[in-house]
């Protein structure tokens, strides 16, 4: 009897998990290892499109996290001082994209993940380097503090300051700075009740969405010298910066308690690396693409690849067994597309992140006269990106979509009404 292939998995995260899971779905013997002492994300909200739906259900996770997560869309873009610019459906997004958006925890999808997967193929408080990318004629090594491991396919899912990329591409001039940091808190607010919504100021903006277990989560982002930080805490430049903007954002300030306030500047991958994969070295995630969240897109399309990597690892009709012929599809698969979605990131971050008073105004009025006169024009922007579907149906139980009508199943509906 063949022996399973084995795969290593370097980063514990959403994308090195998600392929861990996906691979070990697919047959495959996976160690997953991660430099940090647990797999707990330091804490923040993830919102995952239809796309990355989709791409869950391959390995019958996509329910799971529906179930887990609240489904957002009805809300929309306000000014600073409250005003609505534009509104957004729930239902017109699902109708449009075939399937919810959703919202939850990054713990929660971490654990979910890691529950698809033997308990002894993750290993904590690892670090890895790539010793050997291997080549068709031999296994990918690497090593850690523990011993070296040998390997037929070596996943790259370490992040934006990524070693492995380094290594495999060391002419690559790596990330740049974006241009804003952001925040984050993810806290219980006693008493909000409010619509999900991003305000966008000047050169600032900032979100705050419901939770399905009743916290709130809010971001936030500015433009500033990349690493610079508050000179006393960062809850009281919040407060500096958001602390006059329309409810419920001082309600949500008020209830934050300087500890509960994550920051980060930005970094972007603003160059596309050539290849997506070395050897028998795959990257994946913010290792490969690194991009702005000005989409929502990061996570999701950390979820794509690693879904895409396992499926073009599968032997098949049109594709050889060897590991190098899958990974050539991968690249082939993945790169046209993120990088695509990477640089509609940007320009979104332009048009948000803008500072000068005329420009401004001009840009609120469109939206506002926009979106009354089509209020789903601003859902295009999402065409070929939310309505993505994984290179073979994953519905086994018959719930495939027919191309973008979406139609609630019975159960569907009983989550939208206590979501």
Same mark, same amino acid.
């Given at each position: ?25 697919? @047959?495959?013997? !996976? ?9 707990? $994300? ?17 390995? @019958? ?11 957002? @869309? =009805? ?22 994209? #075939? #399937? ?23 290993? %904590?408080?690892? *670090?890895?380097?790539?010793?050997? $990318? ?28 990524? *070693?492995?990329?380094?290594?495999? &591409? %060391? ?8 241009? &804003?940091?952001?925040?984050?808190? +993810? ?6 009740? &409010? ?20 916290? !709130? ?18 809850? *009281? ?12 954002? /001082?309600?949500?300030?008020?209830? *934050? ?14 160059? $596309? ?12 995630? =913010? ?5 702005? %969240?000005?989409?929502?897109?990061? #996570? ?7 879904? +895409? ?26 790169? /046209? ?8 990131? +940007? ?8 500072? #000068?008073?005329? @420009? ?17 024009? &601003? ?30 199943? $019975? ?9």
């Amino acid at each position: 009897m063949a022996q399973p292939r084995r795969a290593v998995v370097i980063g514990g995260g959403i994308g090195g998990l998600t392929a861990a899971a996906a691979l070990h779905h697919g @047959g495959w013997d !996976v160690t997953v290892l991660e430099r940090a002492p647990s797999l707990e $994300p330091v804490g923040a909200a993830i919102s995952l499109a239809p796309n990355s739906l989709r791409a869950l259900d391959v390995i @019958g996770l996509g329910d799971e996290i529906r179930d887990l997560a609240a489904w957002q @869309g =009805d809300g929309g873009l306000r000014t600073s001082s409250g005003r609505w610019l534009s509104r957004t459906d729930a239902d017109a997004v699902a109708r449009r994209f #075939g #399937g919810p958006l959703v919202l939850l925890h990054r713990a929660t999808l971490i654990n979910s993940l890691a529950a698809r997967l033997p308990a002894e193929a993750v290993r %904590p408080a690892a *670090a890895a380097v790539v010793a050997d $990318p291997g080549d068709a004629d031999r296994p990918a090594r690497v090593s850690t503090p523990d011993g070296d491991l040998e390997a037929d396919l070596v996943v790259a899912a370490d992040g934006i300051r990524s *070693a492995v990329r380094r290594a495999l &591409f %060391p002419d690559h001039p790596g990330t740049v700075y974006s241009g &804003f940091t952001t925040w984050r808190v +993810v806290i219980p607010v006693p008493g909000a009740e &409010f619509a999900s919504h991003e305000t966008w100021g000047r050169g600032r903006i900032w979100g705050s969405h419901p939770l399905k277990d009743g916290r !709130v989560y809010a971001y936030a982002a500015a433009r500033t010298p990349c690493g610079e930080r508050a000179a006393d805490d960062e809850k *009281a430049e919040l407060l500096r910066r958001y602390g006059d903007w329309h409810d419920p954002i /001082p309600a949500i300030l008020a209830a *934050a308690r300087p500890e509960d306030v994550l920051r980060h500047d930005v970094h972007l991958i603003a160059e $596309p690396l050539p290849a997506y994969h070395r050897g028998r070295v795959a990257l994946v995630g =913010d290792a490969a693409h690194a991009m702005p %969240p000005t989409l929502g897109q990061g #996570g999701n399309q950390a979820i794509e690849d690693a879904v +895409v990597l396992a499926l073009t690892q599968a032997p098949g009709p049109d594709r050889g067994n060897a590991v190098g012929d899958g990974l050539a599809a991968y690249t082939a698969e993945r790169l /046209p597309r993120t990088t695509a979605i990477a640089r509609q990131a +940007v320009k979104i971050g332009r048009l948000n992140m803008m500072t #000068g008073r005329a @420009g401004i105004a001009v840009r609120n009025t469109t939206i506002a006269a926009l979106s009354k006169a089509a209020p789903l024009l &601003f859902l295009r922007g999402f065409d070929g990106i939310a309505d993505w579907r994984p290179p073979q149906p994953p519905y086994a139980a018959g719930k495939a979509p027919a191309g973008n009508r979406w139609r609630r199943t $019975p159960r569907e509906s009983r989550l939208h009404r206590t979501r």
